[in-house]
């Protein structure tokens, strides 16, 4: 079983020619509204992988939370551990502007209340594969890491967004995955050494004995565990939007590790996934079946 216990969030997208000054009015050219979230969106890619899911989150109690929930209901995730909360549901509004910059709020919303005493939702047994995120309050994540070490299951955690104080408690977890940007502010954070990131990936491992993912996009994938060092490429692909692939490595990663799959053997099907996700525009509309993904790597 994976579990995850993160953030469910609705996403508000508008189009518009220039993104405005502040003060500034403009005229918008599209409008949309997509599930998102990372732990929501990991979730539907480890169900897209083909392993079994339970949500652990929350939602308001209003008319965004159907549908922040919707694909989620679709890919047969177990939704029992999502609770209602007077809070909003979380939100996140976009303006993409004609040439592809954007800025974005994120109003947390409900992710706020998904608190430790949530864990207990998750059923945590030995073998599960747990998945984090920072996106809801960084004391349940904590105390996740300490419940999924005490039930003998895996932990993943996704270290995005980067925040400085989720360091003290990085290495509690059996697999840390961070793209290069916030694998780099952790390390000047941990005080690692190393004259480079590889080397201070090993730094970290050796410190911590546990595993680095260190995810480069196109350029692939790294990973240091405490005796030995990997290196996995990425898909030849022509990118249409990046929003997302990370997540859907993530949640591939984590089926992977569920399945009995090697480390190696995981982070190649993680990383081909997160590669097809780049293919199609969106976070959760854009994760690929397991299907297309093994017909990815059978064609490499």
């Known amino acids: 079983m994976i579990i995850i216990v993160g953030s469910i969030n609705l996403d508000l997208i508008a189009n518009v020619d220039r993104l405005p000054e502040p003060g500034e009015t403009v005229r918008g050219s599209g409008f949309a509204t997509a599930p998102g979230g990372k732990g929501a969106n990991q979730a539907l890619a480890a169900a897209r992988a083909g392993a079994e899911v339970r949500m652990v989150g929350a939602v308001g109690k209003d008319s965004f939370a159907a549908e922040a929930l919707a694909l989620l209901k679709a890919g047969k995730v177990d939704l029992s551990g999502v609770g209602e909360s007077f809070a909003s549901t979380g939100t996140a509004l976009i303006l993409v502007g004609a040439d592809g910059e954007n800025v974005i709020a ?43 070490r005490a039930a003998s299951a895996v932990s993943v955690l996704n270290t995005a967004p980067f925040r400085a104080e989720a360091s003290r408690f990085l290495g509690k977890a059996d697999y840390a995955v961070a793209n290069e940007t916030e694998f780099d502010l952790y390390g000047e954070a941990l ?19 546990r595993a680095i993912v260190v995810t480069l996009g196109g350029d692939g994938v790294l990973a240091a565990t405490p005796d030995h060092f990997l290196t996995v490429p990425a898909l030849k692909i022509t990118p249409v939007d990046t929003v997302g692939a990370g997540d859907t490595f993530c949640g591939y990663f ?19 996934a997160g590669s097809l996700a780049c293919l199609k525009p969106g976070a959760q509309p854009a994760i690929p079946l397991a299907r297309d993904v093994d017909a990815a790597l059978a064609a490499r």
């Open 106 to 148: 994120v109003v947390p919303g409900a992710n706020d209340s998904v608190l430790p005493g949530d864990i207990a939702k998750a059923h945590l047994k030995k073998g599960d594969v747990v998945l984090l995120q920072h996106e809801i309050p960084l004391q349940t994540v904590d105390a996740t890491l300490d419940a999924a």
């Open 191 to 209: 005080a690692l050494s190393g004259r480079d990131r590889q080397a201070r990936m090993r730094d970290y491992a050796q410190k911590t004995g």
């Open 254 to 272: 984590g089926a992977g590790l569920s399945s009995g799959l090697s480390l190696e053997q995981a982070l190649t099907r993680a990383a081909a």
